[in-house]
């Protein structure tokens, strides 16, 4: 999970906004990759923190079924 855009487009290595980034799935080296929003974002803008959350849910989703796959 990639918090913020800087982190997500130096991993990613790409010059994306954060709002084209997020809601997919990218890849890093086979390894899957989401990105978010960044935590000091959420502070000034408590509106982002639905959409964050919603995020994370889709890492936790993506988790559990790479796990399920595996084992």
Avoid: E, M
């Amino acid at each position: 999970l990639c918090l913020g855009r800087i982190a997500a487009q130096r991993l990613l290595g790409t010059g994306a906004s954060l709002k084209s980034l997020r809601r997919t799935v990218h890849f890093y080296k086979g390894i899957p990759v989401l990105a978010t929003f960044h935590p000091a974002a959420l502070l000034r803008n408590a509106d982002l923190k639905r959409d964050c959350w919603d995020d994370v849910r889709k890492v936790r989703a993506l988790y559990d079924a790479l796990r399920a796959d595996a084992g």
